[in-house]
C-alpha cells in the first residue's frame, strides 16, 4: 500500500467553527489531492497540489483552502464548517511520470460531521 | 462535460462465476482509466490503470479493456470469490481546468457462497 495517512480519522464539529484535515504521504509523490464522496455525487476533486507551494482549484473547491508547505503534507482547511460539508474526504498522491502514467493511490478517507 | 457512468448500479451473482462491470464516459478526450474497489467504509484500492493508447491491463484475475473511441471501458473478474465483494470504481483522468479523475457511481458487487 502506498504510504498515505489521514488525521483526523473521525471528527465531529459544529456549524461555523474551523476545521483543519492532514494527509501525510511518505512516497515523496509530487501531486497531491483532495476529493469528497457523497452518496448521489460520488467522488468530486476539491483542491490539488502539483508541488511544494504550488495549488489549484476542483470543481468543488468553494468553502475550502488547502496549503502545501511540505512536500509530504497536504492541507485542507474549512474555514467555517456547514453542514453541507459533511462527507468523506479522501487524499490522493499521484507520481511525476507523466500525465498517461498518473495512477492515483488514496488514503483511507476522513468521515467529517458538521452539526 | 466529462460524465462516467457505470450500469449495472448493484449486482448479485454466485461464487466461482465470471463477471463483467461496464463503465462508460462522454468525452474520449483522456489520459487514461483507472479502475478501484472499495470496502465499506474504506479507502479507494487501485485494481488497474489503462493508458488511453492501450487496449487491456490485466492483473491476476481481472482483466480491464478500453475502447477509447466508443467511450468504454469493461472489468472482468474471473472465477469469482466471495472475498470480491466490493463496490467498484471506473475513473478517467482528464485535464478540464484542473487535472483530475472523474469517478463514475461504481457497482456494488455480491459474490454468494
Known amino acids: 500500500d502506498a504510504g498515505i495517512t489521514q488525521s483526523p480519522r473521525h471528527k465531529v464539529t459544529e456549524t461555523g467553527t474551523p476545521v483543519t484535515l492532514r494527509c501525510h504521504q511518505t512516497e515523496n509523490h509530487r501531486y497531491m489531492y483532495w476529493y469528497r464522496q457523497d452518496p448521489g455525487h460520488g467522488l468530486r476533486l476539491i483542491h490539488y497540489?502539483?508541488?511544494?507551494?504550488?495549488?489549484d482549484k476542483g470543481e468543488v473547491s468553494d468553502g475550502y483552502s488547502v496549503s502545501r508547505s511540505k512536500t509530504e503534507d497536504f492541507l485542507l482547511t474549512l474555514e467555517s464548517a456547514t453542514s453541507s460539508q459533511t462527507s468523506v474526504y479522501f487524499c490522493a498522491i499521484s507520481d511525476d511520470r507523466g500525465l498517461f502514467y498518473n495512477e492515483q493511490f488514496f488514503g483511507p478517507g476522513t468521515r467529517l460531521t458538521v452539526l | 462535460k466529462q460524465e462516467v457512468t457505470q450500469i449495472p448500479a448493484a449486482l448479485s451473482v454466485p461464487e466461482g462465476e465470471n463477471l463483467v462491470l461496464n463503465c462508460s464516459f462522454t468525452?474520449?478526450?483522456?489520459?487514461?482509466l483507472q479502475w478501484f474497489r472499495q470496502d465499506p467504509g474504506k479507502g479507494l484500492t487501485s485494481l488497474l490503470l489503462i493508458q488511453s493508447s492501450q487496449r487491456e491491463q490485466t492483473s491476476g484475475r481481472l482483466n480491464a479493456s478500453l475502447d477509447k473511441s466508443s467511450g468504454r471501458s469493461t472489468l472482468y473478474i474471473a472465477a469469482s470469490q466471495p472475498g470480491d465483494s466490493a463496490t467498484y470504481l471506473c475513473a478517467v483522468f482528464i485535464i478540464q481546468g484542473a487535472q483530475k479523475l472523474v469517478f463514475g457511481q461504481g457497482t456494488r458487487l455480491t459474490i454468494n457462497p
Open positions: 468525452d474520449s478526450a483522456i489520459y487514461n
Open positions: 497540489s502539483y508541488g511544494v507551494k504550488d495549488t
